[in-house]
């Protein structure tokens, strides 16, 4: 008898192809499918009857409600109406947002939920676990409950960061439980948004690592009984090669006319060098790491590596001004011993240049001289300890450091027309300097 218009735009059928035809006989997509003519056989024209009804269309699942209900018109007439609601959306999001709620529930970091004045609105069983605080004590009370004396500065301007658009990740602090006990924990914060992207809170994520944190401070301080030991071992070892050395001199001096005493002597001479070398390799490779890495400007760093260690007949050039690195303190040292594999084995050096090339977020920063190259037998070895002429651990120990902070390095050069050293470094290891 009739049929509205949304339910024409929705089949794409037009009206006169439907009125005034047997439902069975028109394909009219969900009114016509088995599960709706079956509810209408079985409906006996008293009351409202709802039901919920499941459909392919074009190999997507959709959910629909349908309404059927007796229209009276007069006392001999009437008409039964359905009325077909599509709900796969709601169902969808209903089903997203219970998912999203069990994960907020069962997470073991604590997830809580700040108002725009600070106080607190939604608290998860984690917070509870976290804090002693159950959801009846908390809600409602101020989000600096929760900070320690002299503290509440700092934390407060992590709120006024992330209100004004900055996300905050990871921020390590201490905040106190119930019990006055204090814990380290990791603060992770984000704007609330409502369906306007409007703000509307705050969220805190925080996790425990209170237990990460005592081991660290554990491993740190075996790591400086360590080091003192090894510090003093170096220096006890360098006083006695001083002392042989002295001794050796000696001896050259009472057998100048013993030709094959001066030669073994000089042999001896030769090891202690290569000792005292080992033992100072040793106090730099002992450092690596032991500083949280930094953003680190190219240019800064390979000039200062150039003071003092790059003779006047060897032009630089820095092409690469406009760019910082996240690597280890001692990024300098790769610089410096770059320096050093190409005075000591160039041969013929009068340029070196530096230039970094960015990549789909990755970059590449290439080190370039115009000296006689590296063999290509010798090109996946140099960075290995006691490999080439002259070896000593320059190139190993700048593989080392680079390391630390996912960057790897390696020489593309022809033998011939110089050394090319690579340094690749992943997405987030690299940045355009900000002026």
């Not at 690597?327 to 050096?349: I, S």
């Given at each position: 008898m009739y049929v509205n218009e949304a339910y024409l735009r929705f089949s794409n059928i037009p009206r006169n192809n439907v009125v005034g035809k047997r439902i069975e006989s028109v394909?009219?997509?969900?009114?016509?499918?088995?599960?709706?003519?079956?509810?209408?056989?079985?409906?006996?024209?008293?009351?409202?009857?709802?039901?919920?009804?499941?459909?392919?269309?074009?190999?997507?699942?959709?959910?629909?409600?349908?309404?059927?209900?007796?229209?009276?018109?007069?006392?001999?007439?009437?008409?039964?109406?359905?009325?077909?609601?599509?709900?796969?959306?709601?169902?969808?999001?209903?089903?997203?947002g219970q998912f999203l709620a069990s994960i907020v529930t069962s997470s073991e970091d604590a997830i809580i939920g700040v108002a725009l004045d600070t106080t607190i609105i939604s608290w998860n069983n984690g917070a509870e676990q976290i804090f002693g605080y159950t959801p009846d004590e908390i809600i409602g009370d101020w989000i600096s409950v929760l900070y320690p004396s002299g503290s509440y500065d700092v934390q407060s301007s992590l709120i006024t960061r992330v209100l004004s658009g900055e996300m905050i990740n990871q921020y390590e602090t201490q905040e106190i439980c119930k019990n006055g006990s204090l814990i380290d924990v990791s603060l992770t914060l984000s704007q609330i948004l409502d369906r306007d992207q409007g703000v509307i809170g705050i969220s805190f994520i925080v996790r425990n690592i209170t237990d990460r944190k005592l081991i660290e401070n554990a491993l740190k301080r075996s790591k400086e009984k360590l080091n003192i030991l090894s510090s003093i071992t170096r220096h006890d070892i360098l006083n006695q090669l001083q002392a042989l050395d002295a001794f050796c001199d000696l001896l050259k001096l009472k057998n100048q006319s013993d030709s094959q005493a001066l030669e073994y002597l000089s042999y001896i001479g030769i090891c202690s060098e290569n000792i005292s070398e080992h033992i100072l390799f040793s106090r730099d490779y002992q450092e690596l790491g032991d500083n949280v890495p930094v953003w680190q400007h190219i240019g800064t760093m390979v000039k200062m590596a150039a003071v003092d260690n790059l003779p006047g007949d060897i032009h630089l050039m820095i092409n690469s001004?406009?760019?910082?690195?996240?690597?280890?303190?001692?990024?300098?040292?790769?610089?410096?011993?770059?320096?050093?594999?190409?005075?000591?084995?160039?041969?013929?050096?009068?340029?070196?240049?530096?230039?970094?090339?960015?990549?789909?977020?990755?970059?590449?920063?290439?080190?370039?001289?115009?000296?006689?190259?590296?063999?290509?037998?010798?090109?996946?070895?140099?960075?290995?300890?006691?490999?080439?002429?002259?070896?000593?651990?320059?190139?190993?120990?700048?593989?080392?450091?680079?390391?630390?902070?996912?960057?790897?390095?390696?020489?593309?050069?022809?033998?011939?027309?110089?050394?090319?050293?690579?340094?690749?470094?992943?997405?987030?290891?690299?940045?355009?300097?900000?002026i």
């Open positions: 394909n009219l997509d969900i009114f016509a499918s088995a599960d709706v003519l079956q509810l209408l056989k079985k409906y006996h024209g008293e009351g409202v009857e709802y039901h919920t009804i499941e459909l392919e269309k074009n190999h997507i699942r959709m959910v629909y409600t349908i309404t059927i209900a007796k229209v009276q018109f007069t006392s001999h007439s009437s008409a039964i109406a359905l009325i077909a609601q599509d709900v796969t959306t709601k169902l969808r999001m209903e089903s997203e001004e406009d760019y910082e690195i996240f690597a280890d303190p001692m990024l300098m040292l790769v610089f410096y011993n770059l320096f050093e594999n190409t005075k000591r084995h160039g041969k013929k050096v009068t340029t070196i240049s530096l230039s970094f090339s960015p990549d789909k977020g990755t970059g590449t920063l290439i080190y370039e001289d115009d000296g006689v190259g590296v063999p290509l037998s010798l090109k996946s070895e140099i960075f290995e300890k006691g490999v080439g002429d002259n070896s000593g651990l320059g190139l190993f120990l700048v593989r080392e450091i680079l390391g630390i902070t996912g960057l790897t390095i390696q020489e593309t050069g022809t033998e011939g027309r110089g050394a090319r050293f690579e340094i690749n470094m992943p997405s987030g290891a690299w940045r355009k300097r900000s």
